[in-house]
């Protein structure tokens, strides 16, 4: 019996997942691209974040990732502000209301992954939190560096 290709696997069912989390994220009343989707969670979660530091993320040019923030300015779900340590810098921070958007998405990409899940028998849910998990721990121990490489 020939070993199924697991990354294979891994790669079709992230497809999946993607899809499912896109279509409970693109029925929102607002017009907001998946991308200005990912850069206002982004900003969320990086809170000293700059149009430079943006642009490094998103692997764009500084100048798209400026015309990106004037967009989510204008529709008032980003602000631009003074960093308090260098008046020179300027902070990108989601509004509240942005901050309300990406709660409502994400509330709504969780029910859309509960419904598949409870679609699933319990035993596969729980292997699949086990795996989960442990993809998660390696991937996370790949991106550390170990201490010789970091002593070098």
Known sequence: MERPDLAAAIDA????????????????RLAVSPTQLRVLALLSSRPETNVNGLAELLD????????????????????????????REVRLEPTTAAQVLLGEVRARRHEAVRAVLDRMPVRGQQDLLRSLLAFAQAATAAETPDASTRSA
């Open 13 to 28: 069912a992230a497809e999946a997942l993607v899809g499912v989390l896109d279509s409970a994220g693109s029925r929102h």
């Open 60 to 87: 764009v040019v500084p100048s798209s990732a400026s015309r990106l923030c004037d967009r989510l300015e204008a529709i008032g779900l980003l602000r631009r502000v003074a960093d308090p340590r260098d008046r």
